[in-house]
């Protein structure tokens, strides 16, 4: 089975939400997504997403993971998590993974809300997917 996870970070002083824009030389690219991907061998998930937000973002400061939806198609596992950080953060990911994230950027949750309804064909499906399954957990920590 394919295993893959994520976070979707939201930053606990000003509730904003970091959508990241997914590069155009990744898979769905060209819409926004969480940051993450595959999890490596015999690594836990959440450990794995964490990875991933160092490797994708260069973000090393303190985050505290909550378990959200977890996406099962044929074969395949996404483990998707909220992670709270104290404040927000910028792009500055190592060079040799810079090319997998465009920019990211920290909106509102109505913000992203209404980018949804305006133009959900922006959105990578499994974004679109954990706003539906996980909405209150994201409210929680957003609103």
């Known amino acids: 089975m394919n295993v893959a996870s994520g976070i979707l970070p939201i930053a ?3 509730k904003k939400i970091c959508l990241a824009w997914r590069s155009p030389s990744v898979r769905e690219g060209n819409r926004w ?3 993450g991907g595959m999890c490596k061998a015999k690594t836990p998930p ?11 973002t260069g973000y090393i400061g303190p985050i505290q993971l909550h378990r959200a939806f977890v996406c099962r198609l044929r074969g395949f596992r996404y483990h998707n998590y909220i992670g709270i ?3 927000a953060f910028t792009l500055h990911p190592p060079d040799e993974f810079a090319w997998e994230t465009s ?6 949750y109505q913000q992203i809300q209404t ?13 679109l997917q954990l706003f539906r399954e996980s909405e209150k957990l994201i409210e929680e920590y957003a609103t």
């Open 115 to 127: 980018m949804i309804q305006d133009s959900s064909s922006k959105f990578h499906k499994g974004l």
């Open 46 to 56: 959440e450990d794995s997403a964490v990875i991933e937000l160092i490797e994708e």
């Open 33 to 35: 997504g969480v940051i």
């Open 12 to 14: 606990a002083d000003t």
């Open 103 to 108: 920019f990211i950027e920290w909106m509102s």
């Open 85 to 87: 950080v104290p404040t």
